[in-house]
């Protein structure tokens, strides 16, 4: 990558040069050989590096081997891993060997009551691994570059619903792969999501850090009826939906947010803006003694403000491209995902960027029609039972007359028509 920047620097000078007029043939032929010379150079250098790491794996490759025909005492037909870092499980013993491999030597670190879960809930990936234990409940986590810094959480200390017994709900770790374009790379991350609904808990890992939270009241969990797993899991873009359809919970997490954890009934209105001008909304409708009497904005619940397809302009410049999430909440009023994945504006006449466009579209609608779904789904949620919300503080029962004050603002609000207002009004006089 250091070499194409040094490249296109490198020719970005000699057009600037010859669009001044100061260059002539002998310049342009000097220009021309530093350039060969340059990138010769460059390949010279490219074609060490990768026959050093070829051969520095060959040997660490052998020294596992030797190490695995010399010692007997640890079972290793189970492992993850590669030529540097390798994890074997001898479940006989309950006991995990992490091998840190050099080309020089092999540094051993043991973890004991440990077991190999499945390959479902172990993962290893490019240095970084990964392995979550349901029976005992721990996460183990790090990786072989920083000398076997892990962090071995057991989970039990972060949940306190006091469940010890084995699971009946398997635990499942998820993936979500993201990249952010920038002006000469692209960098990707992965971020590994742990769902045990059992205990209604999560962790986020990524490169080997370790975040778990509770995303339901532990007091709620026993309210769960069935063996069942309700969780179910969506990425779009940058961002991992994980949704809960008994406690109808919804936990976003994405590489800008650690994560996000909203009852159904929290979301109001869910909107697509591009640019700054709103091209799509949903909304939920408005309840007055009962009854859905409208929506936050025309025709009613759920109502539609163009459409979220992206040719109402073919060459245009795009600078943002977000999810506007409107939240019943005074403290945190607005949740906004970007998708617009890229530090550039984007130029829809180059194909290039509109290739990105169209990708990036197509995340956001794939997220504006999930949340869509979970706006319709809110209408037969349970009593807010997400771990970030506070106990709900109980009201006196609201009177015809406040009822009657209530639909009255409406319509002066100009929420409620006139045929609305009457027919409500009816229901409530009886």
């Given at each position: 990558?250091?070499?194409?920047?040094?490249?296109?620097?490198?020719?970005?000078?000699?057009?600037?040069?010859?669009?001044?007029?100061?260059?002539?043939?002998?310049?342009?032929?000097?220009?021309?050989?530093?350039?060969?010379?340059?990138?010769?150079?460059?390949?010279?250098?490219?074609?060490?590096?990768?026959?050093?790491?070829?051969?520095?794996?060959?040997?660490?490759?052998?020294?596992?081997?030797?190490?695995?025909?010399?010692?007997?005492?640890?079972?290793?037909?189970?492992?993850?891993?590669?030529?540097?870092?390798?994890?074997?499980?001898?479940?006989?013993?309950?006991?995990?060997?992490?091998?840190?491999?050099?080309?020089?030597?092999?540094?051993?670190?043991?973890?004991?009551?440990?077991?190999?879960?499945?390959?479902?809930?172990?993962?290893?990936?490019d240095g970084f691994y990964l392995v979550y234990e349901p029976n005992t409940r721990r996460l183990l986590s790090g990786n072989y570059v920083t000398y076997f810094i892990n962090e071995i959480?057991?989970?039990?200390?972060?949940?306190?619903?006091?469940?010890?017994?084995?699971?009946?709900?398997?635990?499942?770790?998820?993936?979500?792969?993201?990249?952010?374009?920038?002006?000469?790379?692209?960098?990707?991350?992965?971020?590994?999501?742990?769902?045990?609904?059992?205990?209604?808990?999560?962790?986020?890992?990524?490169?080997?850090?370790?975040?778990?939270?509770?995303?339901?009241?532990?007091?709620?969990?026993?309210?769960?009826?069935?063996?069942?797993?309700?969780?179910?899991?969506?990425?779009?873009?940058?961002?991992?939906?994980?949704?809960?359809?008994?406690?109808?919970?919804?936990?976003?997490?994405?590489?800008?947010?650690?994560?996000?954890?909203?009852?159904?009934?929290?979301?109001?209105?869910?909107?697509?803006?591009?640019?700054?001008?709103?091209?799509?909304?949903?909304?939920?409708?408005?309840?007055?003694?009962?009854?859905?009497?409208?929506?936050?904005?025309?025709?009613?619940?759920?109502?539609?403000?163009?459409?979220?397809?992206?040719?109402?302009?073919?060459?245009?410049?795009?600078?943002?491209?977000?999810?506007?999430?409107?939240?019943?909440?005074?403290?945190?009023?607005?949740?906004?995902?970007?998708?617009?994945?890229?530090?550039?504006?984007?130029?829809?006449?180059?194909?290039?960027?509109?290739?990105?466009?169209?990708?990036?579209?197509?995340?956001?609608?794939?997220?504006?029609?999930?949340?869509?779904?979970?706006?319709?789904?809110?209408?037969?949620?349970?009593?807010?039972?997400?771990?970030?919300?506070?106990?709900?503080?109980?009201?006196?029962?609201?009177?015809?007359?406040?009822?009657?004050?209530?639909?009255?603002?409406?319509?002066?609000?100009?929420?409620?028509?006139?045929?609305?207002?009457?027919?409500?009004?009816?229901?409530?006089?009886?």
């Amino acid at each position: 990558m250091k070499s194409k920047i040094i490249l296109s620097s490198l020719v970005l000078l000699f057009f600037s040069l010859l669009a001044g007029g100061s260059v002539d043939k002998d310049f342009f032929s000097f220009f021309l050989v530093y350039i060969i010379v340059i990138a010769l150079v460059v390949a010279i250098i490219v074609g060490i590096i990768s026959t050093v790491h070829s051969r520095n794996k060959k040997k660490r490759l052998q020294m596992i081997e030797k190490d695995e025909q010399g010692s007997s005492d640890f079972d290793r037909s189970v492992s993850i891993g590669d030529d540097r870092c390798k994890l074997y499980f001898d479940n006989a013993k309950k006991r995990v060997m992490i091998m840190q491999v050099t080309t020089e030597e092999i540094i051993k670190k043991y973890v004991d009551d440990f077991e190999f879960p499945g390959k479902n809930l172990a993962r290893y990936y490019d240095g970084f691994y990964l392995v979550y234990e349901p029976n005992t409940r721990r996460l183990l986590s790090g990786n072989y570059v920083t000398y076997f810094i892990n962090e071995i959480e057991n989970l039990q200390g972060v949940d306190k619903s006091g469940l010890t017994t084995k699971d009946p709900i398997a635990p499942s770790l998820n993936l979500l792969k993201t990249t952010y374009h920038s002006t000469m790379t692209v960098d990707s991350r992965d971020i590994h999501v742990l769902a045990d609904e059992y205990h209604g808990l999560m962790a986020v890992v990524e490169k080997g850090k370790l975040y778990a939270f509770n995303y339901i009241h532990v007091e709620k969990l026993q309210e769960k009826v069935g063996l069942k797993s309700t969780i179910s899991v969506k990425n779009a873009g940058n961002y991992m939906f994980v949704m809960d359809s008994f406690f109808k919970v919804l936990v976003i997490i994405g590489r800008d947010m650690m994560h996000k954890t909203l009852n159904y009934s929290d979301i109001i209105e869910v909107s697509y803006v591009e640019n700054g001008d709103q091209l799509f909304t949903k909304s939920t409708g408005r309840t007055v003694g009962g009854a859905i009497v409208g929506g936050v904005l025309m025709g009613g619940a759920g109502a539609v403000v163009g459409g979220l397809s992206g040719n109402t302009k073919q060459n245009k410049v795009v600078n943002n491209m977000d999810i506007k999430i409107l939240l019943r909440s005074t403290e945190e009023t607005t949740c906004i995902l970007h998708f617009m994945d890229s530090s550039n504006p984007l130029k829809t006449k180059e194909a290039s960027d509109k290739t990105l466009y169209e990708e990036f579209l197509k995340n956001a609608n794939e997220a504006k029609d999930l949340l869509s779904v979970i706006i319709d789904d809110a209408k037969q949620a349970l009593p807010p039972v997400a771990h970030v919300l506070s106990q709900p503080v109980t009201t006196q029962p609201s009177s015809v007359a406040d009822e009657l004050a209530k639909l009255a603002k409406l319509k002066a609000d100009g929420i409620l028509t006139e045929e609305e207002f009457l027919a409500q009004k009816a229901k409530l006089l009886g």
